[in-house]
């Protein structure tokens, strides 16, 4: 199915519905904006094959932008709203993108950015036009609203989030199927999850992201109504369920966690009944947390494991995680491996790195030596994770392997005591992770967040300390608690923790100054 085909039948049905605005983009609008962006597109110059990327807000044209390329045949490449300008530039060069489109509302991070846009690419601006940019609205307005001549499907080039270094983009090759033909990912999704006409989908994340993007986009294909929600907030995607009848949703845990904090007649004033499928991924849950859930919600909450990467997928089913509690599932794309570090594969219960066997090739986009350093001697790739199965075949995720910690010689994965202080009632946010230690090499810190400024303190310190250790091994315990007002994380709820490792690093002995810097990457 195509948008298309839905405007040609139902061209009244609401495409896309702004929460925070409450603007509708019909599935009649959408075709046609899609339309005129890709005949812009080929007015300058743009064939199959090349590239468009975009720095936007959840914005209610964005899904406009995305289909035109795809009807073009063009890699389209979304751009975090968060970066920097310089960091936009890096992109918008390591892409090659022939155009550029952002809006006045994040004007200030590409403000200084035009003297930086390559040559080769045409910049526009949305809902204005600052020097530099030419009315997006403008461009479009002349063009056809007819079809552009299409040679094949367009697919997005995602790019890293950069917490490990300059982002990295993963250019896949274009897909076979005709532009009305439904990729193989959004048949899947299809398949997992029910997507079809009848479907409304609640969007709780930046649509930069991956997953958001590329969930919308199949519930589009099938005909289906995306809810975006512009920010997330806890109470209002409730809310948000309630007025829309969504039936369809995507969450990550630390949403759940911001919902389960909620007071009692705040989670249960709102009418959820017609929600049939909610599914959440981007770092593992909490066990606890997810048993919370699934009393509150039901039986509907689904987890998937993947990447931008598309080397694999994996997917577990509500009943089948209460028979494998903490598994994010079995392969439903791609063989999955569990490979040691002598480089073979480990039997089951043994933890290792992560490999996927897959038709789709991962290439880092201009990184020959990082797409070498994915791969092994089989030609599987790894998006980096640790990891075992159980004996069923169903993958438990450990850590990243950037983060593990090695002290005294020992492997420490610090995700299961983040996950763990994450359930303590007074800690509102945490993140784990190692810092240096003259005997041992590395120890663990605990950076926090507390649910009450005015307890945070050695009181409490060691409270969470003895919490810990109550229920884990000593060696994974923080040796010592810092405490500061907020944490680094993406929109998404991923956390920075590169950013705040390298703080400690740097300055190891100063814990003030390291608050200090920390309080700076907030900023």
């Known amino acids: 199915m195509h948008p298309r ?12 519905v702004m929460t925070g605005s409450g603007a509708v983009v019909t599935y009649a609008d959408l075709v046609r904006g899609a339309n005129r962006a890709a005949h812009l597109f080929r007015s300058l110059a743009l064939v199959a094959g090349d590239g468009i990327a975009f720095c936007l807000e ?73 020097r530099g940019f030419d009315s997006y609205e403008r461009a479009v307005a002349g063009q056809p609203d007819s079809p552009v001549d299409e040679a094949g499907q367009g697919t997005p080039m995602m790019y890293s ?9 993963v250019k896949p090759p274009l897909p076979v199927e005709r532009v009305d033909q439904l990729a193989p990912l959004a048949a899947k999704l299809r398949e997992l999850y029910g997507f079809d006409a009848s479907a409304t989908y609640l969007s709780t994340a930046p649509l930069y992201h991956a997953a958001p ?53 705040g989670q249960r004033r709102h009418d959820l009944s017609s929600h049939r499928v909610a599914i959440h991924s981007a770092a593992p849950c909490p066990v606890e947390v997810k048993e919370r859930m699934l009393e509150w919600w039901g039986p509907i909450i689904h987890e998937y494991y993947s990447g931008s990467e598309s080397i694999g997928l994996c997917a577990i089913t509500p009943e089948e995680w209460l028979r494998h509690k903490g598994s994010v599932g079995r392969p439903v794309r791609g063989a999955l491996h569990i490979v040691g570090e002598d480089g073979r594969e480990v039997p089951p219960g043994t933890t290792g790195l992560v490999y996927f066997e897959s038709a789709t090739p991962l290439r880092y986009h201009n990184d020959p030596d990082k797409t070498a350093r994915a791969h092994n001697d089989c030609g599987w790739a790894t998006m980096g994770d640790i990891g075992h199965v159980d004996r069923d075949g169903y993958l438990y995720l450990t850590d990243r392997r950037d983060y593990v910690i090695i002290s005294g010689g020992v492997n420490i994965y610090p995700q299961e005591c983040e996950n763990l202080l994450e359930t303590h009632p007074k800690v509102a946010d945490v993140a784990i992770f190692g810092v240096p230690n003259e005997e041992f090499g590395e120890e663990v810190k605990a950076v926090v967040v507390a649910h009450d ?13 003895d919490f810990c250790r109550s229920r884990i091994s000593t060696i994974k315990c923080p040796k010592s608690v810092d405490f500061v007002s907020e944490l680094p994380r993406e929109p998404t709820g991923k956390l920075l923790k590169k950013q705040l490792r390298d703080c400690y690093r740097a300055a190891a002995s100063r814990p003030r100054s390291v608050i200090s810097n920390i309080e700076e990457i907030e900023q």
């Open 5 to 16: 085909d839905i405007a040609e039948r139902e061209p009244d049905k609401p495409a896309v």
């Open 453 to 465: 400024p005015a307890s945070a303190g050695p009181g409490l310190e060691r409270e969470l300390i």
């Open 161 to 169: 989030s950069g917490t490990t270094g300059r982002p990295k983009g």
């Open 213 to 265: 993007l590329k969930f919308n986009l199949a519930v589009q294909a099938c005909g289906g109504t995306s809810v975006v929600m512009q920010k997330f907030d806890p109470e209002q995607a409730l809310s948000s369920i309630e007025r829309y009848r969504v039936t369809h949703s995507q969450w990550v845990p630390t949403m759940f966690i911001r919902m389960l904090r909620l007071p009692e007649d």
């Open 58 to 130: 959840n914005h209610a044209r964005y899904f406009e932008l995305c289909w035109a390329a795809h009807n073009a045949g063009l890699y389209f490449t979304p751009i975090s709203s968060r970066l920097k300008a310089d960091e936009i530039a890096y992109i918008l060069e390591d892409c090659g993108a022939r155009v550029f489109v952002t809006s006045e509302s994040v004007s200030a991070a590409v403000g200084d950015l035009t003297e930086r846009i390559p040559r080769r690419c045409a910049p526009f601006m949305l809902d204005g036009a600052r």
